[in-house]
Structure formats: structure tokens, C-alpha cells
């Protein structure tokens, strides 16, 4: 009944319409009169907003799966299972650092770990979006600065950006 590409759309943008829809409602709600309604529509529209500069920062990430293997996010631990190889896992306290790199036309992350380890995985590849909710945990990381740099190099702007690097092995955030 609806488009496939509007499905896809509403895939990639639902979390942010959804807390725009959760701001506009607090405006609404405040505007309604009294100082009660004021205080808890200001209140939730607050929320919304919090809520939707959050989104905004990961829409980046959220992409439509268009390469091969699947990423999860458990315990601390990011594990990429590729369709031709047989994966891997690496720990967030041990990554050293963080790279995006254009190969074969295709944006990668690199991740690096402390033993000098590297895991490529495509930022197109299922669940890939959960790197972003992984990635906060780490000291120093501004996300904003990390959508930038994921949007050059997918967009073929940039071939290799550096992301993050760990602070305590003499490298910069």
C-alpha cells in the first residue's frame, strides 16, 4: 500500500520525525494557556528537542543496507560477521582508533585496537547504525565531528579521515 521508497525513507528518518512530532507536541500543549500547561509543555517540547538534536547527529549513520555482513553492538564489544569472512569482535576499551576510508568505492570504518588489530567494517552493512550509540562511550568523541567526516567520505568528498585516536597512547581525540 505505500511506496517502497517512501518505506525506505521513513526508515532512515522516522526516529527524527518522531521527536520533532514529541517537540511540536510540548509547543502545542504549552500554548494551550495556564501556567500549568506552560510549564509542562515547555517541558516536553525541551525533551523533543534534546531528543531530536540526538537524532539529528545519528541520521548520518542510519543508511539503507546496501553492503554485505551485519554489525552488533553487545556488551561493549562491537562484532562485525562478514558474508565472505568469518567476522570478528573488538572490545571498545581496547580500540585505539577510529578511521573512515573510501575502499572500492565504498565507506568503511576502520577500527583499530590497542595490539594494532584492524576490523574494516562497510558503513552500509546491516546494523551499522548501532556504531554511533558504541561510539559515545568513548572519551572525547564529538559525534558531530564524526557525522561530518562520515558524510565526506561517503559522499566521496574525502577518501581517509581520522575520527578518533586514544588520548592516553599520545594520540589526539
Not at 88 to 116: F, Q, T
Request: aromatic share 6%; charged share 20%; hydrophobic share 55%.
Amino acid at each position: 500500500m505505500i511506496r517502497p521508497e517512501i518505506l525506505r525513507w521513513l526508515s532512515v528518518h522516522g526516529e527524527v520525525l518522531s521527536f520533532a512530532g514529541v517537540a511540536l507536541a510540548g509547543l502545542w500543549l504549552a500554548l494551550r494557556g495556564g501556567w500549568v500547561l506552560l510549564a509542562l509543555g515547555g517541558i516536553v517540547a525541551l525533551a523533543g528537542a534534546v531528543l531530536l538534536v540526538g537524532a539529528l547527529r545519528r541520521l548520518v549513520f542510519r543508511r539503507v543496507v546496501a553492503a554485505q555482513g551485519v554489525v552488533e553492538v553487545v556488551e561493549g564489544a562491537i562484532r562485525y560477521y562478514g558474508a565472505q569472512s568469518i567476522g570478528a569482535e573488538l572490545a571498545l576499551r581496547d580500540l585505539a582508533e577510529i578511521r573512515l576510508i573510501r575502499v572500492e568505492g565504498h565507506a568503511c570504518w576502520r577500527l583499530r585496537s590497542l595490539g594494532g588489530e584492524a576490523l574494516l567494517i562497510p558503513v552500509e552493512a546491516a546494523g551499522a547504525a548501532a556504531l554511533a550509540d558504541a561510539f559515545t562511550a568513548l572519551p572525547g568523541l564529538d559525534l558531530g565531528h564524526v557525522s561530518q567526516a562520515l558524510r565526506a567520505v561517503a559522499d566521496g568528498d574525502a577518501t581517509m579521515r581520522a575520527v578518533w585516536l586514544r588520548r592516553d597512547r599520545g594520540g589526539l581525540t
